[in-house]
């Protein structure tokens, strides 16, 4: 069985000690901008833009638009002025910060043993910093940055760790590959409690005594996780996405994850089909946006209306070639999904508790209730972002 393993980097693969790294890294910053903003005033916006950040729930900003759309008017300043003097920082001062961080013994063993293990191992830490100061801190742990799937940072990730759909996005750029999902990481709340809340398994670095959040399936040092999972039973740490939370989530992340894999390839590349009978990520993106609009947005309505309602599953399938799914453009339909999307989510996410059991009728699945539904569209993402991310894939990989 595969195993998708998820590692928090920070006191999990460094000695990193943020309560004092932050401070060092935030004085470091703010030194290094002095000639062109008053320290306390950078500061001050700095740390209100990463709080910006953390509430984020948008999928359709990256963090780091969230952060630069408050930071440079917070400045003054036009982010032409500074971005410069910024990159200038990631690349010549912050790898001296090392020395506030130290390497974790057998963390190299670790990563040996998880990447030639057949699993999909990606780096889930927070994505509030740049992808060059990620890297930074993964070679001062002593691991090649490249060796991973995936790394979060801000510039294309869209939620912090305080959302399950940060751990729905990170799935979903790895292909919401099939089979059990592990994630291991420090942090009491931001690892274990919110991936939890997403369906996840998880395995606590133990800290502080009484961090233990009582909700993870291991416990212990790195070393012991390796143990731990050899003698585990792994179809244990199969994912269950049918919460409310992990629903949401799932919802909420998946306009942000189509958009990436929109946003890598060429328009020629959109229009490809695989093999006969696979969808092109123009068809993809068109009929996610039309069954957001015409197809999840009635279900809603109807089960909203009255208790029990009938809950009718149109044939979407021939909407493809009905419709010339080929002839459109995919980015726009992507950002016509996400704008669909979040107004979808505006209406579901205030709806009181009572709501999410309210039973209702479905045309395919029978006897059902509003949470089942709307599980039901997340699995409808989560096969269609399948689609997406092999035929993505496979168009890089010819590239190459």
Known sequence: MSLTLLLDLDDTLLNTNLQAFMPAYFQALADHVCGHVPSEKFLRA?????????????????????????????????????????EDFYD?????????????P???????????????????????????????????????????????????????KSHPAYYAEVLGRMGWQD???LMVGNDATRDVLSAHRLGLKTFLIEGEAGSNPGVEAGRGRLSD??????????????????????????????????NHFLGLLNEDDLKREQARGDWAMNEIACHLRDTEREVHALQLDLMLEKVDAFIPRPETSVWASERDYLLENAC??????????????????SLPEEVWSRPARHAIFGPTNFCEVLGFM??????????????????LGERV
Do not use: C
């Not at 209100?48 to 359709?60: A, Y």
């Not at 993964?138 to 799937?149: H, I, M, S, Y």
């Not at 269950?240 to 989530?249: E, K, P």
């Not at 993402?381 to 496979?394: G, N, S, Y």
């Open 46 to 86: 700095l740390i209100n833009g990463v709080n910006r950040m953390n509430e984020n729930e948008d999928p359709r900003l990256t963090l780091r638009e969230v952060f630069e759309s408050y930071f440079y008017p917070a400045l003054g300043i036009p982010s032409s002025e500074l971005r410069h003097v910024l």
């Open 378 to 395: 997340a699995d409808h993402d989560r096969l269609h972002l399948q689609q997406a991310w092999k035929a993505t894939q496979t168009l």
């Open 92 to 104: 010549r001062v912050f790898p001296a910060l090392h020395s506030h961080t130290s390497p974790i």
């Open 332 to 349: 726009a339909a992507g950002v016509e999904f996400a704008n669909a999307r979040v107004e979808l989510l505006a209406r579901v996410k």
């Open 179 to 181: 089979g059990s999902i």
């Open 225 to 258: 996780a390796r143990l731990w999972l050899e003698s585990s039973d792994q179809s244990a740490l199969e994912p269950s996405f049918t919460s409310r939370d992990a629903v949401l989530g799932i919802l909420e992340s998946t306009p942000a994850v189509l």
């Open 106 to 160: 057998g963390v190299s063993d670790f990563v040996d043993w998880a990447t030639t293990s057949a699993m999909q191992v990606a780096i889930a830490t927070d994505p509030l910093f740049p992808i060059k100061a990620t890297y930074h801190r993964l070679r001062w742990a002593g691991l090649d940055p490249e060796r991973f799937q995936l790394v979060s940072a801000f510039e294309d990730f869209h939620f912090s």
